[in-house]
């Protein structure tokens, strides 16, 4: 389990630390921020973590989030919004096949 979270934070941080990896951003919703990368980005697991034309959900446990409020923030602060309220963040990831894509979206609620 702990495998799970540390992949989605290593994938989180070399966006932070590599945004050019980024090919679009979207922030379609209030609370939603959704990342595209390349599928030929090197990601431990990501047959795991980035299952193929499917949705793998995870909620975020609370000591996690509270670990990495600033990287959660950051992501906000780049969409040109204030970083909403929140009891809880959703981590969606998937491999979009068709488009060449690895999405992670982040899910404050």
């Known amino acids: 389990m702990e495998l ?4 989605i934070f290593q994938v989180l941080n070399r966006i ?3 945004p ?3 090919i679009k951003s979207k922030s379609p919703y209030q609370n939603v921020i959704q990342l595209f990368i390349a599928d030929d980005t090197e990601i431990e697991h990501a047959d795991v973590f980035f299952p ?3 949705l793998m959900v ?3 446990p609370d000591d996690f989030i509270k670990n990495h409020r600033a990287l959660f923030k950051t992501y906000w602060e780049k969409a040109g919004k204030p ?3 929140f009891a809880e ?10 488009s060449n894509t690895y999405l992670i979206e982040l899910s404050f609620e």
Do not use: C, E, F, G
Not at 89 to 98: P, S, V
């Open 4 to 7: 799970k979270y540390d992949s």
């Open 16 to 18: 932070q630390h590599d």
């Open 20 to 22: 050019k990896i980024v």
């Open 52 to 54: 193929a034309n499917k």
């Open 58 to 60: 995870n909620r975020l």
């Open 83 to 85: 970083l909403p309220n």
């Open 89 to 98: 963040i959703w981590a969606t990831t998937a491999h979009l096949k068709r």
